[in-house]
């Protein structure tokens, strides 16, 4: 056991004064016992740990090329070459937690039945509770308004239950952190339109990030701008339910929501199923993906991530000599794919551990289909990070010609390397149990291996049914010190975020507006760092690119050149900078799916209170209790119409929109006013008058049709009622969060609001 003051002594010593990555290891990944004393001095004690018990495993197969202890503990030190990531890394050979292994994990789609709903509930969190972030798909449960045998009549629809399992997620904590969940619909579900939108209430779905299940049939119509079915069952030949739909109206739709909040995320489905081979298996057939989207897994399919780093295969960076060692890496590529799969093997321990410490029936019969699935496939998650290290120590800038050759090359020896090394396994150890080349031969992504590759697929198996991912490598990139998994560098220096757990007492520098804590760091990028270091007095060549300086289209073509030697899918944000219009993001989208991506993320600058910030950000006020004035109103605002049941009483609620928040809400008893349900959006006129107060008008319809209904405000005829909204929409007007104004409104529970 050593005092908290002398291991962050030692660990700064290690990472030479990075006081970041220092907090990121004592804080997630320093062993502990359950009281919270640190076992452990530096991260050197960590790999230690990690070696060993690799080893153990290498020793259970004692195959004629079994690592020893030292071996590992060569390619582990210093997160040189070999980092598994997050869960792994804190929960090898730790026995003060039961955790599992798992990064990631995908549970079964609930049933269509109020019973399979509440369980799939009771799924995530005893997953979240041992430390697994978990993907669900709700596209199997029946739309809105749609028949259901009970006192309702009617139900509420697929998308409502997203807030269920979000509410869940942000509930269960996980050992300093919080749950993550991604939550799924397919493009055909007929509540599509909603689960796209539901966000835009800030206080829904906080705890959740949300994808959309896009199809090559839904792309085609929206390129042809033709009509689309929305359908339930998704799948069905006789649906019960049908809607025909402009495709690109709702393309539009799905754009503007991620221009304006940054979800959802599409999942280009069909190129996720065509390239997969776990997908040809009918027991792995691809439900959902973790949530951020890099892993496609099947119902109750796991899977555990380890990186390589790539910066330390250049010899003689920033010179004319600069190289990419492509021997080495094949060989320690080799390497890190058999300690993917003792990594199996490992958390084929730990679920039996959870399975016997278990109390309750359904948790460990959910611990069995995990661990049923995961001796099953074997599937693994191997990936890279510090590529865009690579190439600037290679002279090259990010997005040039000759950096695209250099990583096609360089993940086409992963692909190669990987499958190679899984082939070996087998013949070692014995293919995954569900093979079958018959089943898989015709996989595109199988077709793409060399054919030697192939043959020897066919005679001896595989160990692993699918190998590749690229996730997002924050906090290895940060202990790595190099640049994160695939993305290019943000900015050459920059603050950093981290959030803060709810048991830290550290003072926090920055509130969000969910009321989650940050500390910030400030931050130099170690590779520009080292290369002014070795040239004292030089300015910053050009090759050290930030991500806004890079075309976004030339992205995309980056991220296709990987995404073509990668199994599962890659998790990489495109930024854009604020203003950015939403015809933009759609075209990037397009090309996505054009070029074979199987998953993209845009994220727009202001979109979303981010995590990495420019140094010149103006975000925090020197003023400690600052006054803010309201943007001026214009005339015409669009308008929401929303019906909720209040109290046992039917409501319509407008809620007026500027650049797409909530800015003035009107509203009061449905009974006072008539519009027909289809309509759902409008516009507020408002007139000015000097003396009395404004008068308001509510149009909606179109072509034609258009309806007036003058003086809104006074037709919903409670003067009471206007009080309430006329202080919310100040609240809102002046940048109050709506979920804090709904905070304050659920304390005087007596009103009759």
């Known amino acids: 056991m050593h005092n908290r003051e002398e291991v962050e002594k030692e660990t700064l010593n290690y990472f030479g004064n990075d006081e970041l990555a220092t907090n990121v290891w004592m804080t997630k990944y320093c062993l502990k016992d359950k009281e919270g004393n640190l076992l452990e001095k530096t991260p050197e004690d960590m790999h230690r740990r ?29 997160f040189d070459y070999v980092v598994p990531q997050g869960s792994p890394m804190m929960g090898i050979g730790n026995n003060h937690v039961n955790v599992s292994l798992s990064n990631c994990v995908v549970v079964g789609p609930p049933g269509d039945n109020i019973s399979s709903i509440m369980d799939s509930g009771k799924d995530l969190a005893n997953l979240f509770k041992r430390r697994c972030g978990v993907g669900l798909d709700l596209s199997h449960l029946r739309p809105e308004n749609a028949s259901v045998n009970n006192s309702a009549g009617t139900t509420s629809g697929a998308w409502s239950f997203a807030d269920l399992y979000s509410y869940v997620c942000r509930m269960i904590g996980q050992n300093g952190r919080r749950g993550a969940l991604m939550l799924s619909m397919d493009i055909r579900h007929p ?42 069952p998704i799948d069905s030949e006789e649906p019960t339910v049908t809607k025909e739909i402009n495709a690109t109206e709702l393309w539009e739709r799905v754009v503007d929501s991620a221009t304006k909040t940054a979800e959802p995320g599409l999942l280009m489905w069909d190129n996720i199923l065509k390239y997969l081979p776990a997908n040809e298996y009918e027991q792995f057939k691809t439900e959902c993906v973790n949530p951020c989207a890099e892993l496609p897994l099947s119902a109750y399919d796991s899977c555990r991530l380890i990186s390589i780093n790539l910066k330390n295969f250049v010899t003689d960076p920033f010179t004319e000599n600069a190289r990419f060692n492509f021997k080495k890496f094949s060989q320690i590529v080799a390497a890190s794919m ?48 510090g590529l865009a ?15 695209l050759a250099v990583i096609d090359k360089i ?36 077709k793409s291996l060399p054919k030697a590759l192939r ?76 290369y002014l270091d070795s040239h004292e007095g030089a300015d910053l060549p050009n090759f050290f690119t930030e991500s ?43 090309d996505a799916w054009r070029k074979g991506l199987k998953g993209v993320t845009v994220y727009v600058d202001g979109s979303r209170t981010g995590v990495l910030l420019s140094e010149d950000s103006s975000e925090k006020s020197q003023e400690p209790f600052p006054q803010n004035n309201s943007p001026k109103r214009p005339i015409e605002l669009e308008c929401e119409i929303h019906r909720p049941t209040i109290q046992g009483e ?33 516009t507020i006129l408002k007139h000015p008058r000097k003396s009395t107060n404004s008068i308001y008008d509510l149009k909606f319809g179109e072509n034609g049709g258009e309806v007036i209904i003058k003086n809104v405000v006074k037709v919903f005829d409670n003067p009471n009622h206007s009080v309430f909204t006329r202080m919310i929409s100040l609240a809102l007007r002046h940048g109050s969060g709506v979920q804090y104004v709904v905070e304050q409104l659920n304390k005087d529970r007596d009103s009759d609001m």
């Open 411 to 446: 993940y086409k020896t992963l692909k190669t390397s990987s499958y190679e090394e899984s082939v070996e396994l087998a013949i070692e150890r014995g293919a995954f149990p569900a093979f079958s080349w018959e089943t898989e031969k015709d996989n595109a992504f199988i």
């Open 389 to 403: 290290d690579v190439l600037a120590c290679l002279n090259l800038a990010y997005d040039s010609d000759e950096s």
């Open 50 to 78: 990690l070696a060993r018990e690799f080893a153990r495993v290498e020793k259970k197969f004692n195959g004629l090329r079994t690592m020893s202890e030292e071996q590992i503990f060569d390619i582990l030190k210093n």
């Open 548 to 590: 806004h300086e890079i075309d976004w289209m030339r992205r995309i073509e980056i991220q296709a050149a990987r995404q073509r030697h990668i199994d599962h899918s890659i998790s990489s944000t495109i930024n854009l900078p604020k203003g950015t219009p939403s015809e933009v993001v759609g075209e990037l989208y397009f």
């Open 338 to 385: 058999r300690l993917s799969d003792d990594l199996v093997e490992l958390e084929l321990e730990k679920l039996e551990n959870i399975r016997s410490v278990a109390d309750m029936p359904d948790e460990k019969e959910l611990w069995k289909k995990l661990y049923e699935t995961c001796a099953n496939g074997r599937r693994t998650g191997l990936g890279t990070h």
């Open 191 to 232: 509540d599509i339109e909603q689960f796209v939108t539901m966000k835009h209430d800030l206080t829904k779905v906080t705890g959740a990030n949300v994808s959309v299940k896009i199809s090559d049939e839904f792309m085609k119509a929206v390129e042809n701008n033709e009509t689309f079915t929305l359908k339930f």
């Open 455 to 530: 043959e020897r697929i066919e005679k001896h198996g595989r160990r692993n049914i699918s190998i590749l991912t690229n996730a997002p490598t924050g906090s290895v990139s940060i202990m790595s010190q190099t640049s994160s998994g695939l993305e290019p560098v943000f900015r050459n220096s920059y603050v950093r975020r981290r959030k803060l757990d709810h048991s830290e007492k550290t003072d926090a520098d920055f509130i969000d507006d969910l009321g989650d804590r940050w500390k910030e760091f400030k931050v130099y990028h170690h590779n520009v760092r080292q």
């Open 650 to 682: 039917e409501w319509t609620i407008l809620v007026g929109l500027m650049d797409g928040k909530p800015y003035e809400i009107m509203g009061g008893l449905s009974t006072f006013v008539e519009i027909p349900k289809k309509y759902t959006h409008g």
